[in-house]
């Protein structure tokens, strides 16, 4: 992780950044079920999971937008130097266009949109966030995202 000031913040809006890929493995979805209380027989029984047109668990929509932490932390996407907190403010144009099958690697790429101050100590990013299937050409999951950065 870069940490920098908010001058070279602002220089990297429009630039992409890339993470590593992640598999989103049947344990992983089985342990967010268990979390959410989502046990939709897609996520959660691969015999009748493998009866629809899916051939197969997918992951939870909710699970592949949730990731964006962990795969944000796996690029080199600058970050706000002496930032005390990060916290959610909110999703734009969120959409889930492709299933992730149990098994596959997703990875996630990072567009910061914007980065203001909103009042002294507090700035507000938008970053458009994308998470491709790796050999699927459809992105899983597309979203402009918001965040509150403090200092």
Do not use: C
Not at 42 to 63: K, M, Q, S, Y
């Amino acid at each position: 992780m870069t940490t920098t000031g908010i001058d070279a913040i602002q220089q990297s809006i429009g630039t992409e950044y890339v993470s590593d890929w992640v598999e989103v493995s049947q344990d992983m979805i089985d342990r967010f079920a268990a979390a959410t209380g989502d046990h939709q027989f897609i996520h959660v029984d691969p015999a009748a999971a493998a009866l629809t047109p899916f051939g197969g668990t997918i992951a939870h929509g909710f699970l592949t937008l949730s990731l964006m932490p962990m795969l944000m932390a796996k690029t080199d996407m600058p970050r706000l130097s002496g930032a005390r907190m990060g916290v959610n403010y909110g999703g734009d144009k969120v959409r889930f266009l492709t299933p992730v099958p149990s098994g596959t690697r997703v990875r996630g790429r990072f567009v910061p949109l914007s980065f203001v101050e909103k009042r002294p100590g507090q700035y507000q990013q938008s970053t458009q966030f994308t998470v491709e299937i790796e050999g699927v050409d459809k992105p899983a999951l597309v979203a402009e995202w918001i965040s509150q950065v403090f200092v």
